[in-house]
């Protein structure tokens, strides 16, 4: 019982959430780490205690104070109502939840240390963002709406948490768009879809996180001593043309009207919520620097943006690729290139055309 | 033999309507030798009677390489590799037989083959063979989304290969740039290019995209207005482009990378000031470049462009609507509403872009962004730079269009 840290981390019946405690659980410098949600959680738990109890009402102050809790990581904040059922209850779950889970850490003397799991999401995406938000902007337009608005509620709370309780490290993670097989989110299921809608003219860059580089930077996260507000996502990124290319998938663009109309009937149809915020996201995309992750937190994902969808893409069941492999094999009957060099698309006889 | 199967279908043979007494003088026109259109369809059953094997044997005489049984797109490939082996006139006897079997046989695969060599020749040169397989490695990376954007969302390749490929001949051909102190943009590091603004359509921010990599194989990346990057197809090419917003936070983070940053900073006024206004240099802004430049401590070049003005004279502007649909001003030319989408074809005016010495910030102190003072100077100091190189360009433009 060297450390002698005991772990609280909520929202354990989804997968992020239960592979995360299952993983700190392992952990030498961990001691004991208790899952808490209102549903049990579907798969094995591993050494993680659960203790089945609602976030929204009081009970959670008992449980830190009984369990003698010194770290809280806060994972309950949800995209979609999925489960939970009406935007009502997922509102009810994040922000209401979120307030009693901070209330009851304010009131408990021993909790040194609050992560959160926040989104990119909280700069929202618009016309006028700026190419990559670093972690002090603000979104340019404030969401109205959803899991944005939630999202930034939550970071208030959270902010004014840190006010009230200096002696708490307090650590908000920026995760950008987690991927990975086993992830269910908005835009998982929306990448999903047999037939891929876009918004007609607007490529948006994408930055996504795989689920593993999501699970350590939570555990580095705990065990770090450094606070504060960070972007996570891996480098580099994809516009959702390439993206949808490296699928081979087929899409169709539609004007950006349609597209809106178009997510509540996929929402009706329980194929993929293509919410408000996610329109914009499809539109205006979003990117996020993440200096700071490397140079402050110290933390440094094993998968690039690239990397973390080719893996995403294997999972799904093989598509397109029919002119590739003509070209292919056109290609195999002509003299090796030198890659490196560009080729050149000049049209013979016109090599003098420059000044 | 032949003559004896025949078996006549509806009006014997005769060319008409079917049952009508006599044909069109058209039809009959066609059927100027009436003993021979009894013999041609039966010559069709009868040789081609045993299908399997005259057809391919043909085609075998012709091309006796390789056996027609295998994948057709392999046995197309292997043949381009010697190149004189398939002469165009060789192929000529087999054609008629072939057309009852396939549609698709009509031609044969050697003129096929000779086509396509002759195009490819004329397309990509004598070497014709590596350029075509690096066209086809170029198309399966953009095919399969295999390159990088960076984080703005640029796209080298494509904008080297298409949009300046597609922008070179009308900065050379149409507009007949000419280009002036080139050296003193710098080879390599951060630098921010400041223009003139003009011609209702930003062209001008186009041709100095192309005049730069020309001049010096770097790419300018502009910064344009959030109107760019909320119109759809225009916001997402100018993303391909390079571009990125004008906000302070992505030109210092550009100029920081070392890019080489094109900013406007007149904007519409710029661009959209009536025709008698031309070469009045309107209002810079608020400063912001000069402050971006300052505290990232790169050289401010500035550009001045002439000629740009003379492309679409702005002689009339419907505020009203332009206000209805949300953009800075709808414009009138001589040519515009009139010809319809011919009056958007740019006069040909004869273009001068000069680069002036680079002005620079690295020698004033860390606080020089924020003393306010300092800056509106040095965006004066700019602003004087970019109008008298205007005036003495002007003096020297013999005409318009030459």
């Keep these: 019982m060297g450390a002698g840290r005991t772990v609280l981390v909520t929202g354990v019946s989804r997968d992020l959430g239960r592979t995360f405690a299952r993983t700190l659980a392992t952990d030498p410098g961990v001691d004991r780490v208790i899952g808490v949600d209102v549903i049990p959680p579907r798969g094995d738990l591993g050494d993680v205690t659960f203790v089945r109890a609602d976030i929204r009402n009081p009970v959670i102050a008992k449980v830190i104070a009984k369990e003698d809790v010194d770290t809280v990581v806060h994972m309950s904040v949800i995209a979609t109502p999925g489960s939970a059922g009406a935007r009502g209850t997922m509102k009810e779950l994040n922000v209401m939840g979120t307030m009693q889970l901070l209330a009851a850490c304010q009131k408990a003397e021993q909790v040194r240390q609050l992560v959160v799991k926040s989104s990119t999401i909280a700069y929202g995406a618009s016309s006028r963002d700026p190419a990559m938000f670093t972690e002090d902007m603000e979104p340019r337009r404030p969401p109205r709406t959803g899991y944005a608005k939630d999202v930034n509620e939550v970071e208030r709370y959270v902010r004014g948490f840190a006010r009230r309780r200096p002696d708490v490290q307090v650590t908000m993670l920026r995760c950008a768009n987690v991927i990975g097989p086993r992830v269910v989110s908005p835009l998982a299921s929306y990448l999903r879809l047999p037939v891929i809608p876009t918004v007609l003219g607007f490529d948006p860059r994408l930055q996504f996180l795989h689920e593993t580089d999501l699970n350590r930077v939570l555990r580095h996260a705990v065990l770090s001593d450094q606070g504060g507000t960070f972007n996570v996502a891996g480098d580099g990124l994809l516009m959702l043309s390439q993206a949808l290319r490296r699928m081979g998938r087929t899409s169709v663009p539609m004007p950006g009207i349609a597209f809106g109309g178009l997510g509540s009937v996929l929402k009706s149809a329980r194929v993929a919520d293509l919410s408000p915020e996610l329109v914009a996201f499809l539109t205006y995309g979003r990117g996020v620097d993440t200096t700071r992750m490397r140079a402050d937190l110290g933390f440094e994902p094993q998968y690039s943006t690239a990397e973390a969808f080719a893996e995403f893409i294997a999972t799904l069941p093989p598509a397109g690729g029919r002119a590739d492999r003509v070209l292919a094999a056109v290609a195999e009957h002509l003299p090796p290139v030198d890659e490196d060099r560009p080729a050149q698309l000049t049209v013979a006889g016109d090599h003098d055309g420059r000044r | ?402």
């Design chain 2, 1 to 402: 033999m032949a003559d004896a199967d025949i078996i006549p279908i509806g009006t014997r043979g005769q060319p008409g309507r079917g049952a009508g007494v006599r044909s069109s003088s058209a039809a009959r026109g066609l059927a100027a030798k009436s003993g021979a259109n009894k013999k041609s369809p039966a010559a069709k059953p009868t040789p081609s009677a045993p299908v399997a094997e005259p057809p391919t044997r043909d085609t075998d005489d012709v091309i006796a390489t390789t056996p027609v049984e295998d994948e057709p797109v392999i046995r197309t490939a292997s043949l381009l590799d010697d190149a004189a082996a398939v002469p165009s006139g060789l192929v000529a006897p087999a054609r008629t037989e072939e057309r009852s079997s396939s549609p698709l046989a009509g031609i044969p695969v050697g003129d096929w083959l000779a086509a396509f060599q002759h195009a490819s020749r004329e397309l990509f040169g004598d070497q014709w063979e590596p350029q075509l397989a690096r066209f086809l490695a170029f198309l399966r990376r953009r095919l399969t989304g295999d390159y990088t954007v960076d984080e703005y969302g640029f796209d080298e390749e494509v904008t080297t290969r298409f949009f300046l490929a597609a922008l070179r001949p009308i900065a050379q051909k149409w507009f007949r740039i000419e280009v002036r102190g080139a050296e003193n943009i710098p080879a390599q590091g951060g630098a921010l290019v400041v223009s003139n603004h003009s011609g209702t359509i930003p062209i001008d921010g186009l041709m100095t995209i192309a005049s730069i990599h020309e001049q010096t194989g770097r790419h300018l990346r502009p910064l344009g207005a959030d109107l760019v990057f909320r119109l759809p197809v225009v916001g997402a090419l100018a993303r391909k482009g390079g571009a990125t917003l004008a906000c302070t936070e992505d030109a210092e983070r550009m100029l920081r990378g070392g890019e080489l940053v094109g900013v406007w900073p007149e904007g519409f006024k710029g661009i959209g000031k009536p025709f008698s206004d031309r070469y009045k240099l309107q209002r810079f802004g608020r400063g912001g470049f000069v402050s971006a430049a300052l505290r990232t401590g790169v050289p401010i070049v500035p550009l001045s462009v002439v000629g740009a003005e003379e492309i679409y004279p702005l002689v009339g502007n419907i505020p009203s609507l332009a206000r209805l649909i949300g953009v800075p001003y709808i414009p009138i030319t001589p040519f515009f509403p009139l010809l319809g989408p011919l009056g958007l074809v740019p006069l040909p005016s004869k273009w001068l872009l000069e680069f002036g010495e680079p002005i620079r910030t690295d020698e004033y102190d860390a606080g020089a962004a924020e003393d306010p003072m300092l800056v509106f100077n040095v965006t004066d100091q700019v602003r004087e730079t970019i109008q008298q190189t205007l005036y003495s360009l002007l003096m020297q433009r013999q005409s318009v269009f030459r």
